[in-house]
């Protein structure tokens, strides 16, 4: 009796423990585990893609005619407007006076930067009628750039793109998953 | 996949050197090492340890002074054609070496490779070199190392890519101009640099380019043709002793 | 228990096992240590490569515009067409050497001690210098030497003209091929300038001893000349005439194995059957050459010409057959077919880009070519034109003007030469051995002569005569190490420099080579450092050298081309070689701002060829009968004024040393002031170098009857010194010689660099020639055993 009390109530408290350790392992692993793993680091400065949508988007971020993708603009595409402040933020004045002025290059941290062994050129992809979106996140309306979130272990950005995703992309089109289509 | 092996495209790029016309000055070898960021170590003597893409055999025909003649045979890794796979790729337990069906080119993905150089026994050529060391550069020659090229790691074999990365280019080049990609040509670093414009580079299947033309010339062979390898690096000479020494071994 | 079975199923569902899996497999591929690439946008800057003087077009790729990636050729020079060498392809390797002198130093112990050099400030170095170039002055200006670069440039003219303001005569030039066709040039015609070859033009070429494709001075230019002459139909026959099977030999058509040395005398045998056969242009030599028949000179004294010198007994085939080793019919037969072919072209060289030639044997070359009718307007010989450069003068103070009366040291002989010329051998002769004056201070730029030049030893004598040696290397090389202060110039790529002409190209071509990058380290200008000189000192020698950077001097010599509106721009590809003399080419620059921003741009200028002129010799004719060698001369024989066969025999006897070492240069071996890079040593062959060990071809006859394996260790002696190596006996060479490459055996540099093989420098002999008292170098005298 006593010990179907105690098998009964130990059964009880087994299957508490089990939910326990096994929520606790979820959120664990779904809400602590990639707060460990990836830091959070700032840019080092803010830049609103909202409060430039007046221009388009290839007025910074642009080809080059050898047929490279430019990527993130320079100093000097910025120079062409902030000259001088446009405006009184903080980030118009670090902005101004510590790269513009200075004419050094603002040292971005790129969201999606790939390894040295990996070539991707974003011609095909444009020509192909690939949008932005589909791999890149939408700022059309973003006020505040995301911090990078850089993998502890890795050292890869979160949203860096998986060869896997790749490779889905390439073979649901019809496009070569050759090797040296993407590895250089 | 056809009967032959696997589909191919109507692009096979190839090369076609003109021996006769090649000096053996080394400016291939140079312009290569420089292009593909190629390391080099303080002792580069023995050559079965030197890594290079584009080794320059010395060939003679064996005769005596005054008679004695000296030619030079550069070799870039052939990119073999042979049926469904090119012995390299034939032998690569990790898929790290394939053949790309849409341009012949043979390539080489070092993060993929173990370092188990069966390729490099498979080869016929010794077009593939090893990675014996982690490869080192004096201090300020990091500088020099471009970003289109991957720097290698130790353990990993690499070989000539028909500098595949000015490929990729030129056609991401025709992408924006708004041409066809199919039709983008290039060169590798080696046939630009040639001071006797001996290297002629292009796609073989395109009966206008001068590669195929010249790949068609009664002065025309290959390699150790008997081997079925069906190299896409072609060579021309006129001289008989020349051509001999092609069909058996290298020296 | 049941809490750690449900965290083990709830791990599971969550992405942290699998992520941390595939995160470690990826970091397993991370290399942390390996250099990665810095990216971005990929540029090309053109420029003209100066590393040689082959005067070729290049373009550097440079990353973010900071940093230089790859030299490749630039298409639209009409040169290089595109192409590089391998000694530009690896340029960057020089740009970013380890061995870079990364700022001025001074030697605070004994020369030569790597570790006293002290860093100093250009402020210190240059006033230090000015210091006691000033003081020097008071005492007699004309105890400061200078050694340069044979390359010819600006920066030559810019010496020359801080030399004259200074008041010393003693600049000298690092030997070159180009030295004995000046004075060929000088002796026949009158004109101080090279002949020039039209090799793109020839249709049959007889080459003795040129090393065109072994890395002659010009080498792209050889190499463009080759791919024309191997062209599908017709190509033109090519007979190389040397005594190696070299590759120049192997590229030919026809190798006409010989004695080393020897070529002269093959080509008075040509000469002689042209002559007896009356198988030469008769038209052209009567009308034309002075001294062809007998003469009589100015006191009406009878001489014998040049027709009964070489239709003599001494140069019938069967005399030649015996000095050269080649059978009489063959010399015949090669007679018969140069006299015969209508483009057929001799050319000739020492086999090394930086030895000069005996000028007896320079002047059998031309006369062969005379014979020939090539040297007649439009003909495949004229001399090398001039870009009109702005002329400098210096202005001269009374020291200078004292100091010009004391003569150039290598000249305060008591017995001289007749026609002396660049006499760098004779002035290191005279520094080491009792000068007539003391050298007090010896500057050296872009020369390494501690190492590269033949017979090194006699700098080294030399330099411990002079108490202050200055080096303005970009590197830590043989004689820099050697020097008591080092103000390091910027690298080739870093700076302004131009190309005065081609070597042996009868075009006319001027190139500016811009720098591709800013300075990496804390150089300087060498230009701008005797400009900053020069105003310190003040005065007449200020205001001879009123620039203030070197971009601005070139352009100053930029202005006397635009002003005599002479030769275009090459904007688009040309065949530069189709332009004969005397074509008119329209000048396509609007003022000499305009030309000075195309040239920048890496294009090239280039005018017509000119023909040769005669009319600056006392006969108005090409004179055969050179009657200048006359005014110092020991002998009183006719033939010390024609072209004819003269040795410098060796020293030694043939019993003691019955060897002859000749050395010779590769394409693959940079043998000059720049060492080999590591991209170059890849192309050394294993049989040239093996660890640190040299080895020496050797026939296999030779090696037989010297008991002597492939790979044997063996000891080379010469008259010289002497060195271990390794044997390779290879039928490349010919029995009875052995063969040593140049470029080898760095003292200095790094682990890259330094201890590989021998240098051939120190085993080499120099020979005064006796009518222009350059260094002439053929072969030494040597033993060799195995040991």
């Known amino acids: 009796m006593n010990e179907e009390k105690t098998s009964a109530s130990g059964k009880v408290v087994g299957v508490l423990l089990f939910v326990l350790g096994f929520a606790g392992a979820l959120v664990l692993g779904y809400l602590v585990f990639p707060n460990l793993l990836y830091s959070q680091k700032l840019q080092p400065l803010n830049f609103s893609h909202a409060a430039h949508r007046d221009n388009d988007c290839d007025s910074c971020h642009k080809f080059r005619p050898d047929g490279t993708y430019a990527g993130i603009p320079k100093i000097s595409n910025c120079k062409e407007c902030h000259e001088s402040a446009q405006g009184n933020t903080e980030a118009e004045r670090i902005l101004v006076e510590e790269y513009v002025a200075k004419d050094r290059e603002v040292p971005w941290m790129v969201y999606a930067r790939q390894p040295d062994n990996v070539f991707f050129s974003h011609a095909p992809h444009k020509g192909k009628g690939v949008e932005c ?33 790749c490779e889905k992309c390439h073979s649901a089109k019809g496009v070569s998953n050759n090797c040296e289509v993407c590895h250089k | 996949m056809s009967e032959k092996g696997h589909a191919q495209s109507n692009i096979r790029l190839g090369m076609v050197i003109d021996l006769d016309k090649c000096t053996g000055c080394g400016a291939c070898s140079a312009a290569c090492q420089a292009e593909n960021n190629i390391s080099f170590r303080p002792d580069e003597s023995n050559k079965l340890r030197s890594i290079s893409w584009m080794y320059i055999y010395q060939l003679d025909n064996k005769k005596d002074y005054p008679d004695y003649k000296i030619a030079y045979l550069p070799r870039p890794c052939m990119h073999c054609d042979a049926d469904h796979h090119s012995p390299c790729t034939f032998v690569c337990p990790v898929n790290a070496t394939t053949r790309d069906e849409n341009n012949g080119i043979v390539t080489h993905i070092y993060p993929r490779c173990i370092g188990c150089r069966y390729c490099m026994v498979a ?28 720097p290698r790691m130790r353990g990993v074999v690499e070989k000539c890519t ?43 299947l395109d009966e206008k380019s001068e590669v195929a033309k010249l790949s068609k010339d009664p002065r025309a062979f290959r390699v150790l043709e008997k081997l079925q390898t069906k190299p896409k690096v072609y060579y021309l000479s006129k001289q008989d002793w020349i051509r001999n020494l092609a069909d058996n071994s290298l020296t | 228990m049941q809490f750690a079975a449900g965290a083990v199923g709830g791990t599971l569902l969550t992405p942290l096992p699998w992520k941390l899996a595939d995160d470690s497999a990826v970091w397993s591929q991370n ?20 590393l040689c003087a082959g005067g070729c077009g290049i373009q550097a790729r440079l990353v973010n515009g900071n940093r230089a990636i790859l030299i490749e050729g630039n298409p639209a020079n009409p040169v290089n067409e595109g192409s590089v060498c391998a000694l530009a392809a690896s340029a960057l390797q020089f740009l970013y050497a380890p061995y870079r002198v990364t700022q001025p130093l001074k030697q605070t112990k004994k020369r030569g001690d790597k570790t006293g050099f002290q860093a100093i400030s250009w402020e210190q170095a240059q006033t230090e210098l000015s210091k006691k170039l000033e003081e020097i002055r008071g005492e007699g200006p004309h105890t400061v030497a200078c050694i340069t670069s044979s390359r010819r440039s600006s920066m030559d003219d810019l010496w020359a003209q801080f030399f004259n303001a200074y008041g010393s005569p003693n600049l000298f030039k690092m030997p070159s091929e180009c030295d004995a066709s000046k004075s060929a040039a000088q002796l026949t015609t009158g004109n101080s300038s090279t002949f020039a070859f039209d090799l793109e033009n020839a249709g049959y070429v007889l080459s003795f001893g040129a090393n065109l494709l072994d890395g002659c001075a010009a080498p792209s230019r050889a190499s463009g000349a080759l791919r024309r002459w191997k062209k599908d139909r017709y190509p033109v026959k090519i007979v190389q005439v040397e005594s190696r099977a070299s590759i120049t030999a192997s590229k030919a058509d026809v190798f006409l194995p010989i004695n080393p040395g020897t070529e002269a005398a093959l080509a008075m045998g040509i000469a002689h059957l042209m002559v007896n056969g009356a198988n030469y242009d008769a038209y052209f030599v009567k009308n034309n050459v002075f001294g062809f028949e007998d003469w009589t000179d100015s006191n009406g004294k009878k001489h014998q010409g040049f027709k009964s010198l070489v239709s003599s007994s001494a140069y019938t085939p069967e005399q030649v057959a015996k000095i050269t080793g080649l059978e009489p019919a063959k010399v015949r037969e090669l007679a018969k077919e140069f006299a015969s072919q209508p483009k ?54 009374i020291l200078s003007e004292n100091s010009s009366q004391q003569p150039r040291l290598d000249l305060a002989k008591s017995q001289n030469c007749p026609c002396p010329q660049n006499g760098l051998y004779g002035f290191l002769d005279a520094v080491s051995s009792g000068p007539k004056y003391p050298i007090k201070l010896l500057m050296v730029h872009e020369a390494n002569p501690a190492h590269c030049l033949p017979e090194n030893k006699l700098f080294a004598a030399a330099a411990e005569k002079v108490p202050t040696l200055v080096s303005f290397s970009s590197f830590m090389d043989e004689t820099a190490l050697q020097s008591d202060y080092i103000l390091p110039d910027h690298m080739a790529l870093e700076r302004f420099d131009d190309v005065i002409g081609i070597p042996g190209a009868p075009y006319g071509y001027y190139a500016v ?62 065949e530069i070689s189709s332009i004969k003399a005397g074509d008119p080419v329209t000048s396509n620059y609007s003022d000499a701002a305009d030309l000075f921003k195309k040239l920048k741009a890496g294009l090239c200028w280039h005018d017509a060829p000119s023909a040769v002129t005669f009319d600056k010799t006392t006969s108005g004719k090409l004179e055969l009968a050179c009657q200048s060698i006359g005014k110092n001369a020991q002998s009183s024989d006719d033939v010390i004024y024609l072209p004819h066969f003269a040795p410098l025999k060796p020293s030694g006897s043939e019993s003691e040393w019955p060897l002859l070492l000749v050395s010779y240069s590769s394409p693959r071996v940079s043998c000059g002031y720049l060492a080999n890079t590591p991209f170059m040593n890849k192309l050394i062959p294993d049989s040239m170098l093996a660890g640190d060990e040299l080895f020496i071809d050797l026939n296999p006859q030779t090696a037989a009857s010297l008991g002597i394996a492939q790979g044997d260790q063996v000891k080379i002696k010469t008259t010289q010194g002497e060195a271990g190596a390794k044997a390779n006996i290879t039928p490349a060479a010919r029995p009875g010689v052995l063969y040593i490459p140049r470029g080898m055996g760095h003292k200095a540099y790094d682990e890259y660099i330094g201890n590989k093989g021998v240098n051939a420098c120190q085993l080499m002999e120099v020979q005064l020639d006796p009518v222009s008292g350059m260094g002439t170098v053929w072969a030494t005298r040597a033993q060799l055993r195995r040991v």
């Open chain 1, 133 to 165: 979106v589909t791999c890149h996140r939408d700022v059309t309306k973003e006020e505040k750039l995301p911090p990078m979130r850089e993998d502890r272990i890795t050292g890869y950005s979160m949203t860096t793109m998986e060869m896997t995703e």
């Open chain 2, 123 to 150: 080869c016929p050529y010794h077009a593939r070199s090893f990675n014996w060391w982690d490869p080192t550069w004096p201090k300020p020659m990091t500088s020099m190392l471009s970003p289109e090229v991957s």
């Open chain 3, 31 to 50: 290399w942390s240590w390996r250099p990665s690439p810095e990216r971005g946008e990929i540029t090309k800057v053109p420029s003209v490569c100066t």
């Open chain 2, 162 to 204: 028909f500098c595949h990365h000015r490929y990729n280019k030129a056609r991401a080049k025709a992408y924006v101009d708004g041409t066809d990609p199919n039709k983008a040509t290039y060169n590798p670093a080696c046939a630009d640099a040639c001071p006797t414009k001996a290297i002629t580079f292009g796609n073989l």
């Open chain 3, 344 to 397: 057929a072209l001799a050319v000739w060289g020492t086999g090394r880009a930086d030895v000069s030639n005996n000028t007896y044997h320079e002047l059998v070359f031309v006369a062969l070519n005379a014979l020939k009718g090539n040297l007649k307007p439009g003909g495949l010989i004229g001399l090398a034109p001039k870009a009109p450069l702005s002329e400098l003068s210096a202005q001269k103070d």
């Open chain 3, 513 to 574: 080579s811009a720098p591709i990058i800013k300075p990496l380290l804390d150089t300087k200008h060498t230009g701008e450092v005797l400009m900053k000189v020069a105003s310190t000192l003040g005065g007449t020698v200020a205001s001879s050298i009123p620039w203030k950077s070197y971009e601005d001097f070139l352009k100053f010599r930029v202005e006397g081309i635009a002003k005599a509106k002479a030769g275009a721009v090459i904007d688009k590809p040309i």
